[in-house]
């Protein structure tokens, strides 16, 4: 058994993992490895937030080229170019090579270790890998970064029928004609937004509840709905699965068919399809981390405080494993607290400013939805604000501005602000309709600052841009 000595131990090279190993070494002759059993780049980078993207940019670019009178005519009878768009998608995810996120590491002076890691003891960690058993000791710091890995529910036969995974439907290399996906979530209505773009003749969404992304406020939730009926989709909800059975399974590599057709029991209707995307949430992977040997459950999500430690002053937990804000950037975010906070206590220094602590996660976290419209939103919804005590105040306006009439002829969107009444800040805000994501950053820097809605009105938006709907907000407000 070999075994190595370093200041920072990573485990897990996603965008987290990197970012805590980078910031924490920043400026110092200190030293840091990752521990990777797969890609070094992460979900984010080959399965998640890079090809899901890359998917769906095309469709938007073509849906406002339809939506504009000149260019429309040329574009209306033709779809994307599916040969192409996968070409572009594979050109982000390099097919699934990482020898450029390795290059980047030891070119910032991290090691990378192939292999699973796991805990033995405090500071210290087991590396199992191709080449045997290596033993890594930190100095300061071990940083726990290993995100989650999909859920698939234990419906009879549901398994058996290997069904595809967010991995699956971001990395296809074809389209299935007939698709079932199972949940109503982020990963589910951008999956059923690309697979209606790109041909699929029937996609059926099965969800449990009685909404789409049911954490939203109620009028994204319908509208992201009623873009994907609108676009021939089906949603069946308050569904209750009882069971899969396909026969002719097989293992075919991700994003391919995984067989013969499945045939899906609902209790009151049957659903044949050509294959079924499983978009029920995830799952900590944390099971084999070793989580027991410091005093920690196995198995579970990674408890931390704001430093992002975990236990003691040297394990520290960044990412979907802690489960804070599942979200790439907010994982990052973490990252680069928990690497500034390693670096000042392996330098003796104090960590009490604001540096130091990860405030964002609590009721300032921004999101996107890439559907048909866009989704984003940052802070609380109204639901959420009230619950936690505020007194709410809310304003909404259809976003019906010289902007985005402009920006195409059958512009469609709505804005909501959730306000704190007693402050006159804003706690939170979503805005639907297209490419609303680029607008949603005004809104995190108004709540994250706290900035008084007053001083909102001397932040003139440029006309005319699709951001005059802020006006439009503040005016309504002030009646």
Known sequence: MASDTYDVVVIGGGPAGENAAAYAIAGSNRTAVIVEHELVGGECSYWACMPSKALLRPIHVLSGARAIAGVGELVAAGGVNLEAVLARRDS????RDDSSQVQWAENTGIDVVRGHGRLTGEKTVEVSGVAGTTTLTARHAVVLATGTTANVPNTPGLREALPWTSRDATNMTEVPKRVAIIGGGVVACEAATWLLAFGADEVTMIVR??????TSEAFASERVADGLTGGRGRIIFHADLKSVDRPDAQDTGIGTIHGGPATLDLGNEQIVVDEIIVAAGRTPASADLGLASVGLDDGRYVETDDHLTATGDWLYAVGDINGRAPLTHMGKYQARVCGDVIAARAEGRAIDGPRYAATADHGLVPQVVFTEPEVASVGRTEREAKQDGFDVETVEVDIAVAGSALAR??????????IDRTADTLLGATFV?????????AATIAVVGKVPLETLWHAVPSYPTVSEFWLRLLEKRRG
């Open 92 to 95: 982000f995810t390099h097919k």
């Open 409 to 418: 002829d059958d512009f469609v969107g709505h804005a909501k602000l959730v």
């Open 433 to 441: 309709g297209p490419d609303v994501g680029e607008q949603i950053h």
């Open 209 to 214: 509840g009685s909404a789409l992304l049911a």
